[in-house]
């Protein structure tokens, strides 16, 4: 192996047998510099030691290689290493005795001392989940994915692990445009088709795309999920939030913003719950074509819908004004970081353009999404997940019943959450506050809007509690409504 280090001039051959991460670590490690005509040999190594010693990136009792080995490594004499060591002998940042190799003997007294490390503030242990934004953690298909997961890398060709193509595998590309035709009513082909580690990064790459396109004003619903917000403005672009009531976004309010893009969740808005009305959708498609724009569906959850059939999505009705993202964080898990974003024919090219620096998700997880949904495994896991979410909103909403008689709840339809309506005068921020600290996590449904409103709500995730947990989460619910909500909760329930 060659090695050249930067100082010596020269070049060297170190020994093959001679472990080559060690060679290398040192010579990156000591940085001896160029030769400078005024220090010599030996004091920039001594130099470059003793800063290697007061950084820490030397630490105590950390051996240093014998000199005759640092020698041959470096390419210079064993006596400038000798030199160089017995120099940090007698400063005593080295110490060396007879036997044993020479050692680092000192530490920088400008390391923090460990207990001084900052701590994180400790937060109480969450007994109960009901907070929304979470899938059923508890049945991820392990085995199954695990064997997508195997099978894929035994079966990937060479080339699939070279570098990989930024908008994704073209196999999960051409599975993902048969599973949206299908199951959504989507119009996408392989090459609409682009693969992105979720909803969030599907929209940060769709803004970009639209504001190298002109477009440097988007809508989004209020309330809202306050990521999609923060993705559109770290693309540079500028907000509008829209109201939403029982019908969805409110079209009418969109028109009187100067944006021309908007996102919409037109099979379950976040966190209200609400369908868009098939006369808010055919506005919203007039909508983009009259202003020359897009609508962006964010289609984070609509596999769960209980009481119908799926609502087919937007995107079916104009596929060249509507973008359609979606992920696997509502159905397996956000951790697997996948998604997908389905583009207008005119604007796959502004896309890629706008991107080209945007990483695919690892190609072997691409593959693995493919394997699982082409042999039905997918299929199998909504099917029992819709199941499963089914009986499980209906033990929620029944045992809310009971617990708060007082209270409304909506937005049951579909999804993984819905919204509990409390009396006007509730105080919900301190409710939070109290379950927090008794261990139930929820939301408010203030948090999702850019301004609190007089409609009190609790947004309530039933994804990722257990059936056995509901009943006593309930309870707990109620008894911090009482007691931190007192006025309109006098002896609910009891
Ligand atoms: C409204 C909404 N859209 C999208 C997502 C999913 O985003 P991602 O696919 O980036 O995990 C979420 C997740 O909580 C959400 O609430």
Same mark, same amino acid.
């Given at each position: 192996?060659?090695?050249?280090?930067?100082?010596?001039?020269?070049?060297?051959?170190?020994?093959?047998?001679?472990?080559?991460?060690?060679?290398?670590?040192?010579?990156?490690?000591?940085?001896?510099?160029?030769?400078?005509?005024?220090?010599?040999?030996?004091? +920039?190594?001594?130099?470059?030691?003793?800063?290697?010693?007061?950084?820490?990136?030397?630490?105590?009792?950390?051996?240093?290689?014998?000199?005759?080995?640092?020698?041959?490594?470096?390419?210079?004499?064993?006596?400038?290493?000798?030199?160089?060591?017995?120099?940090?002998?007698? =400063?005593?940042?080295?110490?060396?005795?007879?036997?044993?190799?020479?050692?680092?003997?000192?530490?920088?007294?400008?390391?923090?001392?460990?207990?001084?490390? %900052?701590?994180?503030?400790?937060?109480?242990?969450?007994?109960?989940?009901?907070?929304?934004?979470?899938?059923?953690?508890?049945?991820? %298909?392990?085995?199954?994915?695990?064997?997508?997961?195997?099978?894929?890398?035994?079966?990937?060709?060479?080339?699939?692990?070279?570098?990989?193509?930024?908008?994704?595998?073209?196999?999960?590309?051409?599975?993902?445009?048969?599973?949206?035709?299908?199951?959504?009513?989507?119009?996408?082909?392989?090459?609409?088709?682009?693969?992105?580690?979720?909803?969030?990064? #599907?929209?940060?790459?769709?803004?970009?795309?639209?504001?190298?396109?002109?477009?440097?004003?988007?809508?989004? =619903?209020?309330?809202?999920? #306050?990521?999609?917000?923060?993705?559109?403005?770290?693309?540079?672009?500028?907000?509008?939030?829209?109201?939403?009531?029982?019908?969805?976004?409110?079209?009418?309010?969109?028109? +009187?913003?100067?944006?021309?893009?908007?996102?919409?969740?037109?099979?379950?808005?976040?966190?209200?719950?609400?369908?868009?009305?098939?006369?808010?959708?055919?506005?919203?498609?007039?909508?983009?074509?009259?202003?020359? #724009?897009?609508?962006?569906?964010?289609?984070?959850?609509?596999?769960?819908?209980?009481?119908?059939?799926?609502?087919?999505?937007?995107?079916?009705?104009?596929?060249?004004?509507?973008?359609?993202?979606?992920?696997?964080?509502?159905?397996?898990?956000?951790?697997?970081?996948?998604?997908?974003?389905?583009?207008?024919?005119?604007?796959?090219?502004?896309?890629?353009?706008?991107?080209?620096?945007?990483?695919? %998700?690892?190609?072997?997880?691409?593959?693995?999404?493919?394997?699982?949904?082409?042999?039905?495994?997918?299929?199998?896991?909504? +099917?029992?997940?819709?199941?499963?979410?089914?009986?499980?909103?209906?033990?929620?909403?029944?045992?809310?019943?009971?617990?708060?008689?007082?209270?409304?709840?909506?937005?049951?339809?579909?999804?993984?959450?819905?919204?509990?309506?409390?009396?006007?005068?509730?105080?919900?921020?301190?409710?939070?506050?109290?379950?927090?600290?008794?261990?139930?996590?929820?939301?408010?449904?203030?948090?999702?809007?850019?301004?609190?409103?007089?409609?009190?709500?609790?947004?309530?995730?039933?994804?990722?509690?257990?059936?056995?947990?509901?009943?006593?989460?309930?309870?707990?619910?109620?008894?911090?409504?009482?007691?931190?909500?007192?006025?309109?909760?006098?002896?609910?329930?009891?």
């Amino acid at each position: 192996m060659m090695i050249t280090v930067g100082g010596f001039g020269s070049t060297v051959r170190s020994n093959p047998m001679a472990d080559s991460q060690t060679n290398l670590a040192w010579a990156t490690l000591l940085d001896i510099g160029p030769p400078d005509g005024r220090r010599r040999l030996h004091d +920039r190594l001594a130099h470059a030691l003793r800063t290697a010693v007061r950084t820490g990136r030397l630490t105590l009792g950390a051996a240093v290689p014998p000199s005759r080995a640092l020698a041959e490594d470096l390419g210079c004499s064993r006596w400038v290493v000798t030199q160089a060591y017995a120099q940090l002998i007698a =400063e005593g940042y080295l110490v060396a005795r007879v036997g044993s190799a020479t050692r680092v003997s000192w530490t920088p007294h400008t390391a923090p001392p460990r207990s001084a490390a %900052p701590r994180t503030p400790s937060r109480p242990p969450i007994r109960y989940d009901l907070a929304p934004g979470l899938p059923d953690l508890r049945s991820f %298909p392990r085995r199954r994915w695990a064997d997508a997961v195997r099978t894929v890398t035994g079966s990937a060709v060479h080339y699939d692990l070279g570098l990989p193509d930024p908008a994704g595998h073209a196999v999960l590309r051409t599975t993902l445009a048969q599973y949206l035709q299908r199951s959504r009513g989507a119009e996408a082909y392989a090459h609409s088709v682009s693969v992105c580690a979720g909803i969030t990064d #599907g929209l940060v790459r769709t803004c970009r795309a639209l504001r190298a396109e002109g477009i440097t004003d988007l809508a989004l =619903e209020d309330p809202g999920w #306050g990521r999609l917000r923060d993705a559109a403005t770290s693309a540079g672009l500028r907000v509008h939030p829209v109201p939403v009531d029982h019908d969805g976004l409110r079209v009418e309010d969109l028109e +009187r913003t100067p944006a021309r893009a908007v996102v919409v969740g037109a099979a379950h808005q976040f966190p209200a719950g609400t369908v868009l009305s098939p006369a808010r959708r055919a506005r919203l498609v007039r909508w983009a074509r009259a202003v020359d #724009g897009f609508v962006i569906e964010d289609d984070y959850d609509a596999e769960f819908r209980y009481d119908h059939h799926p609502v087919a999505v937007l995107q079916g009705m104009d596929p060249s004004r509507v973008f359609l993202l979606g992920s696997v964080s509502k159905t397996l898990s956000p951790a697997l970081g996948l998604g997908w974003l389905v583009a207008p024919a005119a604007m796959t090219r502004a896309l890629r353009a706008a991107n080209t620096v945007a990483a695919a %998700p690892p190609v072997l997880d691409q593959l693995a999404l493919a394997t699982f949904i082409d042999r039905g495994w997918y299929d199998a896991h909504l +099917r029992a997940a819709r199941r499963r979410f089914r009986s499980r909103r209906d033990l929620l909403v029944h045992t809310l019943a009971i617990h708060m008689p007082h209270s409304r709840v909506a937005g049951t339809a579909a999804g993984l959450h819905l919204l509990l309506h409390l009396p006007d005068a509730t105080d919900t921020r301190a409710a939070v506050q109290a379950a927090t600290a008794a261990g139930l996590r929820l939301a408010d449904l203030d948090d999702y809007r850019t301004e609190p409103s007089p409609q009190r709500a609790l947004v309530l995730g039933y994804g990722n509690i257990s059936d056995t947990e509901i009943p006593p989460a309930v309870a707990l619910l109620g008894e911090v409504l009482r007691t931190a909500a007192p006025r309109p909760w006098p002896d609910a329930g009891r």
